[in-house]
């Protein structure tokens, strides 16, 4: 029953097409016809077009549903990573190539991926799929939230480029998985095609620009929340 609809919905906006056609160049119809067949092919073409949305969406979501059960164990697919953000503008060859340098990592969530501080190694995450928190210590005030990411995004960018421990804790707020891209892996990227490094380093700069404007804001919230506090606390 159900495999009939998308031919229903092919054959309406098809129809709506084709009384369209008839109705702007077949002069031997009457005036009343022509508009009649406008008018039918349009509500065709709509009522098409807008059942045909549900079934897209649909599509899309059983290809997310399908990737988020991708396993370690198995081979990445080019097609699982063409609507991540940050595989938009590569090509399928590029795709491919960073791939190959990666691994597919899994983890539970609450597991701190990056803690601030500390560097265990030097590797770029591209979040296949899950949610994440970035958390910074505050001295006196614990730790703050100052961010979530999630599908398509990266962290680790910062000490990935100057080798320093991180500056953040990266921490799974779900079930999630990682393409782990190690330096090694992207040196020999850098070797063998130049053109795509440089691709990979314009990325992760407009990420840290992106970060670093987050974190302004963030900044100059809690100073105005301080400033606040102090002008509303009375003196003694």
Known sequence: MDGKYPIDRGMRVLGGVVLIVLGLNVMELSSIGRVTALIVGLYGCITGIINF???LMGVAK?????RKK??????IKTADLKGLRFFLD???EEIERIVHGCKLMEYQP?????????????CLYIIFSGQFNIVKALSEMGNKIVGSISDGEVFGEQS???DYPASFSVITTNQAKVLELEEKAFREIMQQNPRLANKLYDKLIHVMS???????DQVK?????????????PTI
């Open 70 to 75: 991708t396993f370690k164990s198995q081979p």
């Open 90 to 92: 590569l090509t399928d």
């Open 53 to 55: 949305c549900p079934l």
């Open 210 to 216: 992106a970060r670093i404007r987050d974190l302004n």
């Open 221 to 233: 919230y809690l100073g105005n929340w301080v400033l606040q506090g102090r002008v509303q606390s």
């Open 62 to 66: 059983e290809k997310e549903i399908k």
């Open 160 to 162: 990935f480029l100057d």
């Open 110 to 122: 609450s597991t701190s991926i990056l803690k601030e501080g500390k560097q265990d190694r030097r």
